[in-house]
């Protein structure tokens, strides 16, 4: 009888050394340069146990609203430099009698972009983890003539000009704002203003949680 009870006192002896043996081995091993790398994987199961993953993104109205927000996106800007010439013709005096002519010089600035308040919430395909848009039309939002370096560099009036027209140097800005606006038109700012839209928007919306965005056209 006394054999038996020492034995059966014995195993969780045995069981608490086991377990005291084989915590000091953890330890000692997680202390080591060896069980750095153990404790990263410890603590990123861990995390990963107990991380709240969620699957769930912004609606197509929701997006529409965010972008909304941003109002104007400018994203092309373009500089032009423009020589002009104007001038006045009396129609029966030659120009040494009875013309006038200024000649300007004009740096002239052009913006294009998109207009975010034209997004529409059907312009907006939400597909799980991917989004397609249909962007607004680029426009050309603006051109302006840097007046800072926009001035006359010459002037000619005839022997009989006692008035200079105070207009001529009025037109002869407008011609240059029409030549800026067209460079502006007939170049590839319109196709760099809405290539960089799309990089932006991509950008952004990404930051959203979804994984592919793409543009229709």
Known sequence: MKKSLIRWVGKPVQWAVGIVAGGTLLLALLSSPLGEGMRDSIRQAVSNLFEKRSSAHATAPVIVERLQALNRLETARQTTQHQIEAKTEHGILP?????????????????????????????????????????????????????????????????LVFNPDKDLEREARLLAWSEARQAALQGDLLKKARTHAEENLSQLIRSFGFQSVEFAS
């Open 95 to 159: 120009d040494f009698l009875a013309g006038e002519k200024v000649r300007l010089q004009a740096q002239a600035e052009a913006v294009a972009g998109i207009d975010l308040k034209d997004l529409k919430p059907q312009d907006i395909q939400v597909q799980g983890e991917r989004v397609i848009i249909k962007l607004p039309t680029v426009r050309l939002f603006q051109v302006s003539l840097n007046e800072a370096v926009t001035q006359v560099y010459h002037r000619e009036k005839g022997w």
